[in-house]
């Protein structure tokens, strides 16, 4: 369940660009590099079949056309698709884009990354209900969706039996067992990354840990700077072959905990990234030295 702890360093990594990129930036930077035959071609042009988009929706789908670029196996031909020229065409419209609706916002390139965390969620929410019909990747499995799927397994991480929990879905173990697979076969598959933000969003509405559902966690119940430390703690000592769980224990978190917890932290963080990333740098530095080499600090017990 890391799917939100990826979106939450992708914004940093995303910060970190903006900072060296946009700072003081007034003019889009064309590609030095590309070839002779682009050299007149107005990366800043709008894509195919982008011209009656929002200005949210360009904003988070190019943030899924990027993913979905990284991930293809062609990209020339997976970047046609989605109306663009080339690879040059995609990096110069999203700087240009970002940088203009900044500017006609009248925000910071922080706030704008936050938003662009917002915007993506919601155009993989809207994609998904587009794929809810047959053939597509969010079909029903044998009358199950991916919702109920995530509730299910979200039960059983809860602490309720397996056959008490797979009654919600009226499915018995055989059924049960080729719905999983299906599902984690499709989720492996998604290079969009749409079936891993439905499942986590349903997961974290229904499973309930030592802290409760994530409605249950706040500011005051779950303090930023704890969410630093564990994040921290789980990178240096899972370096060192430390169990994750076994790790989580020791700050008093379960799994679903640390799911709910990351959930509610994203979100919070999307909505005010200069507040909490500076936040972050400070924290991380305090608590990377707290468990520097993968050492375990003495009030961690393992």
């Known amino acids: 369940m890391g799917f939100f702890d990826k979106l939450f360093k992708k914004a940093s990594e995303e910060v970190n660009k903006v900072q060296d990129k946009f700072k ?65 065409h995609l990096m110069g419209y999203r700087d240009y884009f970002q940088n203009m609706l900044a500017e006609k916002r009248g925000i910071s390139m922080y706030e704008l990354i936050g938003q662009t965390t917002q915007a993506t969620q919601q155009q993989m ?76 969003n349903a997961f974290n509405a229904s499973a309930t840990g030592n802290l409760g559902k994530t409605s249950d966690i706040s500011e005051e119940s779950f303090p930023f700077e704890k969410w630093i430390e564990v994040s921290v703690a789980q990178e240096k000592l899972n370096a060192i072959g430390k169990d994750p769980q076994e790790i989580l224990a020791s700050f008093g978190l379960t799994v679903v905990d640390w799911s709910n917890a990351s959930s509610f932290w994203s979100l919070k963080f999307s909505q005010n990234v200069e507040k909490y990333y500076k936040e972050d740098i400070r924290l991380r530095k305090i608590y990377e030295e707290k468990y520097k080499s993968g050492s375990v600090h003495d009030d961690i017990e393992f």
Do not use: H
């Not at 042009?45 to 991930?71: C, F, H, M, R």
């Not at 587009?130 to 199950?144: A, R, W």
């Open 24 to 88: 003081d930036e007034k003019e889009v930077e064309v590609n030095n590099n590309a070839s002779d035959e682009d050299d007149d071609f107005d990366v800043t042009q709008t894509p195919k079949g982008w011209e009656n988009l929002s200005d949210d929706e360009i904003l988070g789908k190019l943030s899924l056309v990027a993913l979905g670029y990284s991930q293809s196996n062609d990209g020339e031909k997976y970047l046609k698709e989605q109306g663009f020229e080339s690879e040059d």
């Open 125 to 200: 929410m809207n994609t998904a209900q587009t794929m809810k019909g047959t053939g597509g990747i969010m079909e029903p499995v044998e009358g199950v969706t991916c919702e109920e799927w995530a509730k299910v397994n979200a039960m059983i991480v809860s602490g309720i039996p397996l056959e008490d929990a797979i009654k919600e879905i009226g499915a018995d173990l055989a059924k049960w067992d080729r719905v999983k697979n299906e599902w984690q076969t499709r989720m492996s598959n998604d290079t969009s990354f749409t079936i891993s933000m439905v499942y986590a």
